[in-house]
Every structure is written in C-alpha cells, then in structure tokens.
C-alpha cells in the first residue's frame, strides 16, 4: 500500500508539472485541483454530433482544400487545349507646347493603340496531355485522402461515443455501488458497536468504499475527457 501510494505521489507531481508548463504557470507553485465532479449527463445525438465533425473538423477541411485545388489545376491543364486569346489597350498622351502656348491643343499629341492577339498550339509533344494525366492524377489522389480523412474521422467520433457511453454506465454504476457500500459500512460499524462483528469487517467495508468512490472518479475523468475529445472533434459547445 505504501509503495501504491508513493506512485500515485509521483504520478501527481509529474501530472502538476505538466498541467503547470502547459498553462504557463510556475512548476514550482502547486496547483489547486477540484476534484472532478459530474451532475447530470450531457444529451449528444449522434447524427448531429458526426454531421458536425465532418463539417468543422480543420483535417477534414483542409483535405477538402487541396481536393478542390486538384480539380482546379486539372481545368487549367485542359486550357492548353485550346487556343488562346488576349487582348490589350494603350493610351498615350504627350504636350509640346512651350510654356506660353498652353492653349494650344494642337501642339499636344494623343496616341491610342488597341491590340488582339490569338495563339493555338496545334502540336506541343503531347506535353499538354500528359499534364492532363498528371493533374487527374493528383486529383483522384486528393479525393481519395478526403474520403480516407472523412472515415477516420466518422471512426473517431464513433469511438469516442461509444468511451462517452461506457464512462456514463460506469459512473452510474459506481454511483450505485457507493450506496450499498456506505450502507455496508454504517451496519458492520452498528455490529462492530455491539460486539457482533470484528474490527477486520469494519475495515473492509471502508475500503470498498474507497473503491467505489476511486471507480466514480475514474468514471467521471473518462466521461468529462471523452465530452472534451468530442468538443476538439465536432466544435459543439456542449453543456456540462
């Protein structure tokens, strides 16, 4: 017990050290830590909640982006197809005139130049093709990272609801431990009291209270920390 004790010890240090760097608070100074509570269990729907990872997850969307710039570079390669237009327009304008003779328009000088220009490359070594194929390429690659991006996320969202589900049925569960274990221990110390049981029943009684108040936090910790993985994947604000 001593030596469970002096982990669990180390573990919290360690965990105080690692919350205090990440918060940019001193390592040194210790951190006052609420013990985890839960009162009632948040609703999630699972349709809202996937509909709102495919939509506001950043990885989702950011293969989404690269897709959509494929698909782009694959219509700029298909412009080598065809011809090419480009049309220009040029304004000049010039004064002669000395400088008592600034009324004289006609010694002032307008030019105006109006261009059009129309190219086709009939034969380029199938260059334009073969950039075509490429862009397709790297189109087809990009659409299959966003459905690969899209099941990975659908995957996680389906796992994290389904650790959100099993920490509830734990809290409960340990919530109804907890009751029949301070009633165990109120009548071992009522039998204790009158010399009908022994000090060892006493003490075992205390610690499945113990453990059943140790199964409720972990219960709580897991659900709290899968309802914040959710928050990280979907971007819901969900109450608590």
Known sequence: ARLELLEATSNRDLANVSLATLIERDPGRSLELAVPELGDFVPVDHREAVAAALGNHPTL?????????ANHGVRRAKSGLWPSVSAGYRFGWSDLSGP???LDVFRQDYTYTLSLSASWSLFDRFQTKRGVQQARATARQQEYNLDLQSRNIIQSIESTLVSLENSRKR???ARATLTL??????LARERYRVGAATLLEVTEAEVSLVQGRSSEID???????ALAE???NTGL????
């Open 219 to 225: 219960g709580v910790t897991g659900y709290l920390s």
């Open 181 to 186: 274990a301070r009633e165990d221990l109120r």
């Open 100 to 102: 008592d003779e600034m």
């Open 230 to 232: 959710l928050e990280r």
């Open 61 to 69: 969307r950011a293969a989404a982006f690269r897709s959509s710039a």
């Open 171 to 173: 809290v409960e569960l």
């Open 237 to 240: 604000q969900l109450g608590r």
